[in-house]
């Protein structure tokens, strides 16, 4: 199983980004989907989490609706398309994979590598 996430980068407050995640080794349309984000000495944080079929989808709590996450079924990919970016959404970014809906990182089994994110202000 992989799952490989990209897109990050430094961008200035107010840009948007759109981060993707690549999954193979795993009956995609099976797993629900979710992006966390941990800084240095943090917890990982849950971010976003979308259900097999894309119609159903939760979000932390910080998101104030500048998130979302979508997935495209037929390329196996789940994107998080980040909007007035904010220098505390400064983080490494990681996709993740589950049978089941969750906000707890502890019960997920697949994770993708990370990719930064970095919001200068």
């Known amino acids: 199983v992989q799952l490989q996430a990209s897109g990050g980068g430094l ?3 107010g ?11 795993l009956s995609f349309t099976d797993f629900f989907m ?10 990982r944080e849950f971010v976003a989490a979308i259900n097999p079929s ?45 049978d089941g809906y969750v906000r707890s990182p502890a019960m997920y089994r697949y994770w993708g ?3 930064l994110v970095t919001v200068s202000s």
Do not use: H
């Open 11 to 13: 961008v200035q407050a």
């Open 15 to 25: 840009d948007s980004l759109r981060l993707s995640c690549a999954v193979s080794g």
């Open 34 to 43: 979710a992006w966390f984000r941990q800084t240095p000495g943090k917890e």
């Open 54 to 98: 894309g119609v159903t989808s939760w979000y932390g709590d910080f998101m104030e609706g500048r998130f979302i996450i979508s997935r495209e079924n037929i390329k196996n990919t789940v994107y998080l398309q980040m909007n007035n970016l904010k220098s505390e959404d400064t983080a490494s970014y990681y996709c993740a994979a589950r």
């Open 113 to 115: 590598q990370g990719t």
